[in-house]
């Protein structure tokens, strides 16, 4: 298939072929990040489960800054690919890497510093906390990899190869599961091993991207030596790429400010609770790869100035997303048990197999609107339609966090994930309204 099928073939094949090897690549993604929990909640304790829980949702932040910032940043490079104007392409992916380097090893240093004090803010549990910060203080030295690894990818996927992402993440993921055995379970390192395990795969993942990435920039021709970095191109990136980062970190964002609030009803429900966050987090990804596919897609197709095709798109999109949350929601509803069952194993406690299985089997039947959120918002932001998307995704976050805070503590735990999909319902039919309105079509890059 030509390099320039976004812009060519029939919409549902030009999105599935494009969206396939990205929801493969992030499956196995978040699956290596599974099986962190599955092999520490086995070999080690649930305690183990409760502290790598606890530090899920501030981590999954920091996943959410490099994914975000690398979409938004791809959006510009996808607009100057489809309009075939090279130099400004490799001007806008140096500005990129150069800039997100220096912010992963500014929030690196900070985390590194601060990760006990971190947890104690979040009231995680006295006696996982030891194991938690020791985590996370791994987990913040491998930070620079994994910006740089995802903002390849998302460079890889503004240019159509989605292929070689996902190659090097079915690379990463076994090597990281091996690691994790190996660690844990034959050297006796506990959390320390799954922590130094991801660092080692993403390490080796980075290195070999940025090299791959190298070749790929010189099939591209431009007038001229592309700068080291641009300010114009920064400008551009920036504006796409912050509200791209709060838009894909919303919901961690979201999940970190209610985290203290799940710490507080215990070590046994916090460890029920991260499972069914890792089962969730397994869901949502075909979700989040048509978003990040209505981006690239859309940019393209204006980079062309194909504006009907981005219409036929977004409803080829409903299809998608449906299909993939029909077949979602029947899964958890056959397997709830199981999966939680797996995290816990067989000396997990009963209360926190029910808070796991009480959050799947709620949640699963919520999942087709994170999708249709997820291509709505894709839709703005391929086209840098940026106002009222950062308006629904902060929204979203509001909801989820009041409902949460206020709820919670008075009714039980059942009202943290009873939120979750009443903010969802807000920022789609929001994002929608925007949609609808047109205006995402009269807005063109400088």
């Known amino acids: ?36 929990s599955m092999v520490v909640g086995r070999f080690v304790g649930e305690q183990a489960l409760a502290a790598v829980g606890a530090s899920y949702s501030l981590t999954t932040v920091f996943i959410s800054i490099a994914i975000g910032g690398g979409v938004g940043a791809s959006v510009i490079t996808s607009q100057y690919f489809g309009g075939r104007e090279y130099k400004k ?20 240093s900070i985390g590194l510093f601060f990760s006990r004090q971190i947890m104690i803010w979040l009231k995680t549990p006295a006696d996982a906390l030891p194991q938690a910060a020791e985590y996370l203080r791994i987990y913040f030295l491998g930070l620079p990899f994994l910006f740089m690894y995802n903002i390849l990818s998302s460079m890889f996927n503004a240019l159509g190869k989605s292929r070689i992402p996902l190659y090097l993440l079915i690379f990463s993921s076994v090597f990281n599961i091996i690691l994790d055995v190996v660690l844990v379970r034959n050297a006796g390192m506990g959390v320390a091993g799954v922590a130094w395990a991801t660092l ?42 912050l509200p791209s980062i709060l838009q894909q970190s919303t919901v961690s ?64 999109g409903y299809c998608i997303v449906f299909s993939f949350a029909a077949m979602l929601c029947l899964w958890l509803e056959l397997a709830y048990g199981p999966l939680i069952q797996m995290f816990l194993g067989e000396e ?40 009222m998307f950062t308006v629904a995704n902060l929204v979203n976050l509001g909801i989820r966090v009041i409902i949460a805070v206020t709820c919670a503590p008075r009714w039980g735990i059942s009202f943290v994930w009873m939120a979750v999909p009443v903010g969802w319902l807000a920022n789609y039919l929001i994002s929608f309204w925007e949609y609808r309105r047109g205006r995402w079509k009269t807005i063109v890059k400088s």
């Open 1 to 36: 298939m030509g390099k320039e099928y976004l812009i060519q073939e029939k919409p549902l094949k030009a999105l599935l072929v494009f969206a396939l090897p990205m929801i493969i690549g992030n499956l196995f993604q978040q699956f290596y990040t599974m099986v962190d």
């Open 200 to 241: 080692i795969a993403q390490g080796i993942s980075a290195a070999c991207s940025f090299c791959i990435f190298l070749r790929e920039m010189k099939q591209y021709e431009g007038e001229g030596m592309p700068a080291f970095f641009d300010r114009n191109e920064f400008s551009n990136m920036a504006g796409i790429a």
């Open 253 to 316: 964002i979201g999940m970190m400010l209610v985290q203290s609030v799940v710490n507080s009803f215990g070590t046994e429900m916090l460890a029920g609770f991260s499972a069914g966050m890792r089962v969730e987090s397994i869901c949502i990804v075909p979700m989040a790869a048509m978003g990040n596919v209505m981006s690239s897609y859309t940019a393209q197709n204006i980079g062309a100035g194909k504006y009907d095709r981005v219409c036929q798109g977004y409803r080829t």
């Open 348 to 387: 997990g406690s009963v209360l926190a197999f029910r808070t796991g299985t009480g959050y799947l089997r709620f949640i699963g039947w919520f999942f087709a609107l994170i999708g249709l959120k997820m291509i709505t918002d894709g839709v703005l932001r391929g086209a840098g339609d940026m106002k």
């Open 89 to 108: 392409m490799k001007n806008s992916v140096r500005t990129a890497l150069t800039t997100f380097l220096v912010l992963s090893l500014v929030l690196g």
